[in-house]
T-cell receptor
């Protein structure tokens, strides 16, 4: 089953560094959304990509940026890491907005620890 | 933007009893309401969903109800089992953006 795959699964970075997280969507999905889940909290929407463009963005600073590739896979980049960026980063894929289907599928996440 | 409130934040029930988790949302334009179960260290898993043109949906021991006028929706779990213990998130979608509540920790006592 070609579900949503994320890499790496765990990552430890130092304050001030930069990190890139990767996501491959479920087969048949072409929209990718990224979420940050701090410990004990609900996932917070970072941004959403469709047709290689950022379509929607949550309340996250410009240090958070992304990209979507022609094969629909996506990257999340975070610059100038802060301790508060430590969280589980979840990628979710969904069918194209032109469809009337809302099936969000989540990856297993990348656990980022900033020290 | 959309704001989803979830309450209570923790819930403990005896095995075999029912559990009800309630959520409210703020934006009447939201049109799809999924519920996710997340076990420790794992991804959120969709357990049931409901569209805004439906008032109730049931799947075995799980049901969801939606009151669009009051902007409330609830998850009902009957005959709870220890494996139902997890964090449950309600969410709402507007314009393809999924907004989560803060989650509730359900504990089912054997």
């Amino acid at each position: 089953d070609a579900g949503v795959t994320q890499s790496p699964t765990h990552l430890i970075k130092t304050r001030g560094q930069q990190v890139t997280l990767r996501c491959s969507p479920k087969s048949g999905h072409d929209t990718v959304s990224w979420y940050q889940q701090a410990l004990g909290q609900g996932p917070q929407f970072i941004f959403q990509y469709y047709e290689e463009e950022e379509r929607q963005r949550g309340n996250f600073p410009d240090r958070f940026s992304g990209h979507q590739f022609p094969n629909y896979s996506s990257e999340l980049n975070v610059n100038a890491l802060l301790l508060g960026d430590s969280a589980l980063y979840l990628c979710a894929s969904s069918p194209a907005p032109r469809t009337d289907i809302y099936g969000y599928t989540f990856g297993s996440g990348t656990r980022l620890t900033v020290v | 933007g959309e704001n989803v409130e979830q309450h209570p934040s923790t819930l403990s029930v005896q095995e075999g009893d029912s559990a009800v988790i309630k959520c409210t949302y703020s934006d009447s334009a939201s049109n799809y309401f999924p519920w996710y179960k997340q076990e420790l260290g794992k991804r959120p898993q969709l357990i049931i969903d409901i569209r805004s043109n439906v008032g109730e949906k049931k799947d075995q021991r799980i049901a969801v109800t939606l009151n669009k006028t009051a902007k409330h929706f609830s998850l009902h779990i009957t005959e709870t089992q220890p494996e139902d213990s997890a964090v449950y998130f309600c969410a709402a979608i507007k314009a393809r953006k999924l907004t989560f509540g803060k989650g509730i920790t359900l504990s089912v006592r054997p």
